[in-house]
């Protein structure tokens, strides 16, 4: 299984320097001097570290692939991967552990399947697709323990603990319940117009969740 543990950004300066955006707790280790990176797409690659530093809380890199600026800027958007196996970390997982994993609640009710693992400033999300009535909806749950209490990748599964208004069954509940009220001012027509899609992940706060490489 191959994991991206950084992507390469702008070209710094003359000599072939590249800013790269960290997809790893480990860069001092992944990016050392002398280490080989697959990239994707594959044919840019292997890149050989030759130099590696940190510069206004941003890492630059130099690979012997790379000389000058124009073969820097030339790297512009490629991803670095390595071979990883699961995590042995308590409360950390890698990406493609929870892709799959099935969604449900703590009554055991299942919202949808974990699509993949997202990173945003404030915390990491998970992305979960809910199949509901009027198809496939895309959410963003905040990975952190109040709201994601257990992940059993051996069981196949994730339990979420969400917020009312988090997810998007609970809109298309809503819609529901209007439908069937036959609220004044509202025409059954347009409800189902409400449904919420790709909403922003709220909550704050990071206990025990980690998702980088």
Same mark, same amino acid.
């Given at each position: 299984m191959e994991l991206v543990v950084a992507r390469i950004g702008r070209?710094?300066?003359?000599?072939? /320097?590249? %800013?790269?955006?960290?997809?790893?707790d480990d860069p001092e280790s992944r990016l #050392? &001097? #002398?280490s080989v990176l697959r990239t994707e797409p594959a044919g840019v690659g292997p890149l050989t570290v030759t130099a590696a530093r940190v510069h206004q809380d941003r890492w630059l890199v130099r690979f012997a692939e790379a000389p000058d600026r124009s073969a820097a800027e030339a790297l512009r958007g490629v991803e670095l991967v390595v071979?990883? =196996? @699961? %995590?042995? /970390?308590?409360? @950390?997982?890698?990406?493609? /552990?929870?892709?799959g994993l099935r969604a449900e609640l703590t009554d055991g009710t299942v919202v949808g399947e974990v699509a993949g693992l997202e990173y945003?400033?404030?915390? +990491? &999300?998970?992305v979960v697709n809910e199949p509901l009535p009027s198809g496939t909806v895309r959410t963003l749950?905040?990975?952190?323990?109040?709201? &994601?209490?257990?992940?059993d990748v051996a069981g196949g599964r994730v339990v979420? =603990? !969400? !917020?009312? *208004?988090?997810?998007?069954?609970?809109? +298309?509940?809503?819609? %529901?319940?209007? =439908? +069937?009220d036959?609220? !004044?001012?509202? !025409?059954? +027509?347009?409800? *189902?117009?409400e449904d919420?899609?790709?909403?922003?992940?709220? *909550?704050?706060?990071?206990?025990?969740? =980690?998702? %980088?490489?």
């Open positions: 070209a710094h300066g003359l000599k072939g /320097e590249v %800013s790269v955006e960290l997809r790893t #050392g &001097v #002398g071979d990883a =196996d @699961a %995590s042995d /970390e308590e409360d @950390a997982w890698y990406p493609h /552990e929870l892709r945003l400033p404030a915390h +990491d &999300v998970l749950v905040p990975f952190v323990r109040a709201i &994601v209490p257990v992940v979420l =603990d !969400p !917020p009312g *208004g988090l997810l998007a069954r609970d809109a +298309d509940a809503l819609i %529901s319940e209007r =439908d +069937d036959g609220a !004044p001012g509202e !025409p059954d +027509d347009d409800a *189902g117009d919420e899609r790709d909403r922003p992940a709220r *909550g704050s706060g990071v206990a025990g969740h =980690d998702g %980088s490489a």
